[in-house]
């Protein structure tokens, strides 16, 4: 397999965390940390930030992404951000299907699906993530349950909009716990994901998806994790609200 093939982004999730003005002040101190990089850099940040992030990466290498968004384009629905209201921003990614989305907001395979298709269609490019709780690795059901969870999120997905799909591998037990997966774990889940695409849509889409690795990703640990043949980024959280830490994450990426 040949890695090259692919794109390796390191994308940073902000979750629900910085003001407008910390925002920028965060943007700014990443930005020039960054500047050199041979991978892509995203940073995804709350709806809020949006368009204080946008401005201050404009004409950097820095791709700016949101967390979320609705299926429907508009409507009653309250609370809620549509893809073409991203879309209409210039932001260019969004996280979909977050474990924290699953695990606190309700959202399920289904709606996962729901919300990859409509972003989709609307230009965005999507990390649409997976992974396992600590119950179900122990019981031994990892890989399948990705694989199941990546296919249905893929359901009515075309071959051709898969070069707008990233596929975020991480384990719920391992995301802000500072409990890393090991390289091997993290690879194997990486393969099997890589392996039930290219049972969906052969062999070559397989080989040039984009598949990170994200759940407590820092600047220790990410240069063993990112030299796996199977992980191609990583999705940070904790980290990525610490440029140095963020920035040395960029340059194992780089290598
Ligand atoms: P973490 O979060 O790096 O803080 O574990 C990763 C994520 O939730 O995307």
């Not at 695990?103 to 709606?111: H, N, S, V």
């Not at 990546?150 to 500072?178: C, F, H, Q, R």
């Not at 990170?212 to 640990?221: C, D, I, K, L, R």
């Amino acid at each position: 397999m040949n890695k090259d093939l692919r794109k390796v982004v390191i994308a940073g999730n902000w979750k629900m965390n910085k003001t407008p003005e910390e925002a920028k002040k965060l943007i700014e101190e990443i930005k020039p940390l960054v500047k050199d990089a041979k991978c892509e850099v995203v940073t995804c940040v709350p709806f809020v930030d949006l368009t204080t992030v946008l401005e201050a990466t404009k004409g950097s290498n820095i791709k700016v992404g949101a967390q979320n968004c609705h299926w429907e384009e508009k409507g009653a629905f309250t609370g809620e951000i549509s893809a073409p209201m991203l879309k209409s921003m210039n932001v260019e990614y969004v996280i979909i299907g977050h474990s924290e989305r699953r695990q606190y907001f309700g959202e399920t395979d289904i709606t996962v699906n729901k919300r990859v298709k409509a972003a989709l269609a609307n230009g965005l490019k999507v990390i649409i993530c997976v992974g396992e709780s600590l119950e179900q690795r122990e019981q031994g059901v990892t890989c399948e349950l990705v694989a199941m969870q990546t296919k249905i999120a893929l359901n009515g997905v075309s071959a051709d909009d898969m070069k707008n799909v990233i596929i975020a591998y991480e384990p719920i037990w391992a995301i802000g716990t500072g409990k890393t997966a090991t390289a091997e774990q993290a690879n194997e889940v990486n393969h099997a994901i890589r392996e039930t695409i290219a049972q969906v849509y052969g062999k070559a889409v397989a080989d040039a998806l984009t598949i990170q690795y994200g759940g407590s990703m820092n600047a220790g640990n990410a240069e063993e994790l990112l030299a796996q043949p199977d992980v191609d980024g990583g999705l940070i959280g904790g980290a990525s609200l610490k440029p140095a830490d963020f920035a040395k994450i960029v340059e194992a990426a780089s290598k």
